[in-house]
């Protein structure tokens, strides 16, 4: 396997930039946290780009997340986010565009203050949404380096684009000796266990009116279709704050979430999420506002 050392010096100076692509239980967040406790020891400034949605390293699921970290002591506390953006699925194939933004953008916030970014993306790694999103992300966050962990050799055909469209060093290993393969039902279990840690609790339940939200409620909306959305909660400078769930009790719409102070507005979700065992299912905005 690449060393963390390697990884370091096949930069071309600072700041450089290393994206992180593989499936499932590759190991490319404990990999990059490798790479990052070296470059810190090394007196870098890192900024961890957490893109993968349906891993809360950083930010809630749903959302991706940025933190910055000048020490070692830092890791200790990476899930203390310096910015979360709101991207509203843990399934990337249905909002690409969304999460292909909401990385560059914290790419471009971490270019301005760390001599290292390093950006953790999805496991959606072929077919037409896997390779249209590295593309994308590849296109807006324009790493100097890319880490490819594979069994096998499943990231053939998106390394061989990737390196046919950009002129950016690709570089393929193997998988994390420390992470092992989990069934789909533990990934499952993970994700909904992760969603409890950040919707459960400690909460308070705000009631919110129609006028908050993005996008806009058309009028005459049936209330009650929103019951179980998830939110990303916003302040006034477009800054998401967290998460929450919506509730209808039959009457009046209110949102449950832990960061409701400083609450301007909400952006609406692609997800539904049941309150008693936290289990997310899809939800198409276009069917729940207009009934296609």
């Not at 600072?14 to 190991?27: K, L, R, S």
């Not at 994308?136 to 594979?150: A, C, I, Y």
Request: charged content about 25%; some cysteine.
């Amino acid at each position: 396997m690449l060393s963390p050392e390697a990884v370091l010096e096949l930069l071309p100076g600072h700041p450089a930039a290393v994206m992180f692509i593989g499936a499932a239980d590759t190991g490319k967040s404990t990999y990059a946290m490798d790479v990052a406790r070296v470059a810190l020891e090394q007196g870098k400034v890192v900024g961890y780009v957490d893109a993968d949605v349906a891993v809360d390293t950083i930010a809630p699921p749903a959302c991706t997340g940025l933190r910055i970290m000048r020490s070692v002591d830092d890791l200790d506390t990476i899930a203390d986010a310096d910015e979360i953006r709101f991207v509203g699925s843990t399934q990337p194939k249905h909002l690409v565009t969304q999460l292909v933004v909401s990385t560059a953008r914290l790419a471009k916030h971490a270019r301005a203050e760390a001599d290292l970014i390093l950006i953790d993306t999805t496991s959606i790694v072929s077919g037409v949404v896997g390779e249209t999103l590295k593309y994308h992300k590849m296109e807006l966050s324009e790493p100097e380096l890319v880490v490819g962990l594979q069994r096998g050799s499943e990231l053939e055909p998106l390394a061989g684009m990737l390196s046919r469209f950009f002129d950016t060093t690709v570089e393929l290993t193997t998988a994390h000796p420390d992470v092992s393969v989990s069934p789909p039902v533990v990934r499952s279990e993970r994700l909904r266990e992760a969603l409890r840690r950040h919707l459960n609790g400690e909460t308070d339940r705000w009631r919110v009116r129609p006028t908050v939200f993005a996008p806009t409620l058309p009028v005459g909306l049936d209330l009650s279709r929103l019951d179980g959305v998830l939110v990303g909660v916003h302040d006034d400078l477009d800054h998401c704050l967290g998460v929450g769930v919506l509730g209808w009790d039959g009457s009046v719409l209110r949102v449950e979430t832990k960061v409701g102070e400083g609450m301007k507005g909400l952006r609406l979700g692609s997800m539904r999420i049941d309150r008693e065992t936290f289990a997310p299912t899809p939800v198409n905005l276009r069917e729940v506002m207009f009934g296609f």
